[in-house]
């Protein structure tokens, strides 16, 4: 099982990255997926999520609403976080993560995480 993240950079304030997520060794549509992030010194949380197909729909934090958004495209078992009108306090290490849940028996994978630094 593998979550590789990419897309990490520097950026400015203002600015705008795409991170992806690309999966492999498991069956991708069973999923959820989720971006978490943890800033430095702070514990991680969950920016957006995104249900397996069928019943997809969205969830964000609301320090992201309106300005990140979730997707995934099924076909390449990749998950994506487009995020625009970064903020410094968007800095942290963003890790996606893969939940399944079966007769309350928790299934779940990280990646190994890509840094965001949002900074001018």
């Known amino acids: 099982v593998q979550l590789v993240e990419s897309g ?8 705008s990255l795409r991170l992806s997520c690309a999966a492999s060794g ?6 959820d997926m989720n971006w978490y992030r943890q800033a ?8 957006a999520a995104v249900t397996r197909p069928g019943g997809s ?6 320090s992201v609403k309106g300005r990140f958004t979730i997707s995934r495209d ?12 970064l903020k410094p306090e968007d800095t942290a290490v963003y890790y996606c993560n893969a939940l399944r849940t ?8 990280w990646g190994q995480g890509t840094q965001v630094t949002v900074s001018s």
């Open 8 to 15: 990490g950079a520097l950026v400015q304030p203002g600015g």
């Open 26 to 31: 498991f069956t991708f549509t069973w999923y």
């Open 40 to 47: 430095l010194g702070k514990e991680r949380e969950l920016v």
């Open 57 to 62: 729909s969205t969830n964000y934090a609301d």
């Open 74 to 85: 099924n076909a390449k078992n990749t998950v994506y976080l487009q995020m625009n009108s």
């Open 102 to 109: 079966v007769y309350g028996v928790k299934y779940e994978y």
